[in-house]
T-cell receptor
Framework: AQSVTQPDIHITVSEGASLELRCNYSYGATPYLFWYVQSPGQGLQLLLKYFSGDTLVQGIKGFEAEFKRSQSSFNLRKPSVHWSDAAEYFCAVGTNAGKSTFGDGTTLTVKP | DTAVSQTPKYLVTQMGNDKSIKCEQNLGHDTMYWYKQDSKKFLKIMFSYNNKELIINETVPNRFSPKSPDKAHLNLHINSLELGDSAVYFC??????????????FGQGTRLTVV
């Protein structure tokens, strides 16, 4: 069965600083990987996804993620964080059967 | 236009009651899901339907019964509500259960509080 680990429960960064959120996955076949963001009181919104091809994928809101098969990782990055990026971030792995397994989330706090 | 809509947004009810949450998607997707998010923000899949057929049924008490009258709707009925059922329930949809179709679009969530 697939699983996703987000090692950082809570991260605090200063506005304007760079950000990296970690995600490690376990899945026996080629993974389909996603990052979602959940703003307070809202549903989840897709930031970006990786299915195949270029291992560096660009998403919305200036986010990017890099798939590293050798490390089973799909870390999310942003060069300069804005206060509006404060939210909960979820990494997910999808399977052929249509089931997405989510990590436990990382809470991002942005300091002024 | 809202792509995935759930009603109600908030639901407060007493233990032992029966309640339903409704979900509708206008994306033309074949697959719909119910997820439960607990107080620690952990997100777990409960059910998935593809073209009105149940395809994923995680370990969920049988007090929870999903119903899909058509592929645009997936409702969740909960019998004999318990305190531990308090959570945010998210409906989601995706194009299909195939290889590249697992990107999910989420509703705004229904915050259920059992008192």
């Amino acid at each position: 069965a697939q699983s996703v680990t987000q090692p950082d429960i809570h991260i605090t960064v200063s506005e304007g600083a760079s950000l990296e959120l970690r995600c490690n996955y376990s899945y026996g076949a080629t993974p389909y990987l996603f990052w979602y963001v959940q703003s307070p009181g809202q549903g989840l919104q897709l930031l970006l996804k990786y299915f195949s091809g270029d291992t560096l994928v660009q998403g919305i809101k200036g986010f990017e993620a890099e798939f590293k098969r050798s490390q089973s990782s799909f870390n999310l990055r942003k060069p300069s964080v804005h206060w509006s990026d404060a939210a909960e971030y979820f990494c997910a792995v999808g399977t052929n059967a249509g089931k997405s397994t989510f990590g436990d989330g990382t809470t991002l706090t942005v300091k002024p | 236009d809202t792509a995935v809509s759930q009603t109600p947004k908030y639901l407060v009810t007493q233990m032992g009651n029966d309640k339903s949450i409704k979900c509708e998607q206008n994306l033309g997707h074949d697959t719909m899901y119910w997820y439960k998010q607990d107080s620690k923000k952990f997100l777990k899949i409960m059910f998935s339907y593809n073209n009105k057929e149940l395809i994923i049924n995680e370990t969920v008490p049988n007090r929870f019964s999903p119903k899909s009258p058509d592929k645009a709707h997936l409702n969740l009925h909960i019998n004999s509500l318990e305190l531990g059922d308090s959570a945010v329930y998210f409906c989601a949809s995706s194009q299909g259960p195939g290889i590249s179709n697992t990107e999910a679009f989420f509703g705004q969530g229904t915050r259920l509080t059992v008192v």
